[in-house]
Every structure is written in C-alpha cells, then in structure tokens.
C-alpha cells in the first residue's frame, strides 16, 4: 500500500507545480508505534514556487490542503522540507 500512497500523494501535490519532488516512505522505521498501523510515515522535499515568500505554517497548510483526505488516513506522519526555488 505504501508505494501507491507515495503515488497518490504526488498526484495530489502536482497542483502545487513543483520543480522538484522526492517522497520517501519511512514506514519501516515506525513499525510497532500505535499509529503507523492506520497510517504510513513519510518524508517529503518539494520545491516550487508556491512557497515563496511564505513561512513554513503557510507552506504545509498548502502541502496539507493539497494532501487532503491522504492526512486523514493514508498518511499518519508527513516530515516536510519546502522549499522555493531561490533558497535551493
């Protein structure tokens, strides 16, 4: 299931237009903490250009809203690394 929830997720953050993506399923690493089993770990390095001149809240509320139900079930834990273009 995890492979196709890394699928989905950059599905849903491809409204984002981002110029790079790079999502990491860190599931194994969780294995016996009491959420990983309704719900994958992962980790995530996006850049685009959606993020600039916003702060690190405003950056996940748009990774967050463009996730959507994915933060509700599929994905139990989400590290982010935002960043815009310039600050690559």
Not at 16 to 40: F, K, T
Request: overall charge neutral.
């Amino acid at each position: 299931m995890s492979s196709e929830t890394v699928e989905l997720l950059r599905q849903r953050l491809a409204a984002l237009n981002p110029a790079s993506i790079a999502i990491e399923d860190e599931s194994h690493r969780h294995a016996g903490h009491a959420g990983a089993r309704d719900g994958g770990h992962y980790k995530l390095d996006i850049v685009a250009t959606a993020f600039a001149g916003k702060n690190t809240v405003a950056r996940h509320r748009l990774i967050y809203d463009a996730a959507g139900e994915l933060m509700r079930g599929r994905i139990h834990a989400l590290s982010i690394r935002a960043l815009s273009p310039e600050e690559v």
